[in-house]
């Protein structure tokens, strides 16, 4: 089965200027998933993109991901 920490984390870190900084975080509870994403603070505006298509995008491969694999993932995007 694919990991979506790993998929989510590769997406992000391609987006993002300093790919080092990114940090992905994954809590499952039965079938609900939730990725929590920090990224380094200039980061966050290429993340969630204009009009936050970016994020909405990463989202929607998530759902549908999940409709696949019979779970629920949500990506949260935590500041520090």
């Keep these: 089965m694919f990991d979506m920490k790993e998929a989510v984390e590769k997406i992000v870190k391609a987006l993002v200027a300093q790919p080092d900084d990114v940090d992905v975080t994954e809590k499952s509870n039965g079938s609900n998933v939730r990725i929590q994403v920090r990224v380094g603070e200039n980061d966050m505006g290429r993340l969630i993109g204009r009009e936050g298509r970016t994020v909405k995008a990463i989202r929607s491969i998530l759902y549908y991901a999940g409709q696949k694999q019979g779970?629920?993932?949500?990506?949260?995007?935590?500041?520090?």
């Design 71 to 80: 779970k629920r993932f949500q990506l949260d995007l935590v500041e520090d």
